[in-house]
């Protein structure tokens, strides 16, 4: 019983350890008004279509895989440096979300082959989607992170 409790302990951890950057569940305008409120985060925002295309799960297997390559490649990697990244993944089926997507300059057929990403700090940002999305977003956060830290040694 001991050896279960310290192996729930671990993974209680690791799990805590891998989740530290803060996923955003809002959406729609509540999450519109988040990146409009002008604090500096950096935001990081997938956009998907869950739909399959014609019974192909192409576009279901690259959504899961940029989530997969986001979370473990950006932000896991970067959080907190000094800035907080905050996350969220957005349904762009969901009616909701319409005025968020006008915003966001995002389009149906952008979401064809895989994800957009949004990414921003103050409100300002750009959108990138293909193969080389998730590296695009390293980038930016990298950059971003990087602009944080001379900004906090100037004061």
């Known amino acids: 019983n001991y050896k279960n409790m310290k192996i729930f302990a671990i993974l209680a951890i690791l799990l805590i350890t891998a989740t ?7 959406k729609g305008d509540d999450l ?9 985060e ?7 279509n869950p739909t399959p295309v014609k019974d192909d799960y ?19 990697t970067y959080d907190s440096k000094p800035l907080k990244i905050r996350y ?8 909701v979300n319409d005025n968020l997507l006008y ?7 952008m979401l064809k082959d895989g994800p957009v990403i949004l990414c921003s700090r103050k409100g300002k940002g750009y ?16 950059a971003m992170q990087d602009k944080a830290t001379e900004e ?4």
């Open 103 to 109: 915003k966001s300059h995002v389009k149906d057929d």
């Open 58 to 76: 192409t576009r279901q297997t690259e959504n899961n895989r940029v989530q997969d390559e986001l979370q473990s490649e950006v932000l896991n």
């Open 127 to 142: 959108v990138v989607w293909g193969p080389t999305a998730v590296d695009k977003v390293e980038e930016f956060v990298k």
């Open 152 to 155: 906090n040694t100037e004061q």
């Open 42 to 48: 950096i935001f990081v925002v997938t956009f998907y």
């Open 32 to 40: 519109l008004g988040e990146f409009q409120n002008g604090k500096d």
């Open 20 to 26: 530290a950057y803060e996923s955003y569940w809002k």
């Open 88 to 95: 969220a993944s957005i349904d762009t089926t969901d009616r």
